[in-house]
């Protein structure tokens, strides 16, 4: 699948089928995640691929009704993380800019969404859940304090095909200073 392919036919799932997601499959999301940029290869994301039964009802009562309710039938989840105070910070410990930890959170934007676009390339559909309770997921993945939950990804095959909301053009979200072309060099 090419990538303008995989961009325009990525969708947010709320319906999965009761089709399991091949262990191999999990492995080439966090693969494609993994290959993302970030800050001075800082590569602070982490990911928690949850597959099993228990676990997944663990952290579905960790969402709100209507996102349980989006995932109910997901046959896995990705709880998405950063390691905190590294990436956009000097090795001393200081912020390199105002920003601080938002490189860190960036990074892990950047690698989720080369997760999906990877998912959508396999067949899989996602939904990227952001309302949870981080501080539970935490506890239940006994994730180290150094690390900040993101999102949990619902991952499976869809059982939906929703129509895709509209997107905004390019003239409206993308502010352009560009060099005077020739009318030869004009498009």
């Known amino acids: 699948m090419e990538l303008q392919s995989a961009l325009e036919n990525r969708k947010s799932i709320r319906s999965y089928l009761s089709k399991d997601v091949e262990p191999e499959k999990l492995t080439a999301l966090i693969e494609a995640a993994s290959l993302a940029p970030s800050w ?28 349980r309710k989006n995932c109910e039938q997901a046959p896995a989840l990705i709880i998405t993380t950063v390691v905190l105070n590294r990436s956009g910070y000097e090795r001393n410990g200081e912020p390199t800019n105002e920003l601080g930890n938002g490189w860190g959170f960036y990074d892990c934007g950047l690698g989720s969404m080369a997760l999906l676009l990877k998912a959508t390339e396999l067949g899989l559909s996602t939904l990227v859940m952001g309302i ?7 506890e239940i993945l006994e994730i180290p ?12 095959y869809s059982d939906a095909d929703p129509e895709r909301p509209a997107r905004k053009p390019a003239r409206e979200t993308g502010t352009f200073l560009l060099n005077n072309f020739s009318k030869k060099g004009a498009q």
């Open 145 to 156: 304090e150094n690390e900040a939950v993101v999102s949990v990804i619902s991952v499976g």
């Open 40 to 67: 001075k290869n800082s590569q602070t994301a982490r990911y928690y691929v949850i597959h099993t039964p228990e676990k997944l009802e663990q952290i579905r009562a960790t969402l709100p009704e209507f996102n």
């Open 132 to 138: 949870r309770d981080a501080a539970k997921i935490s």
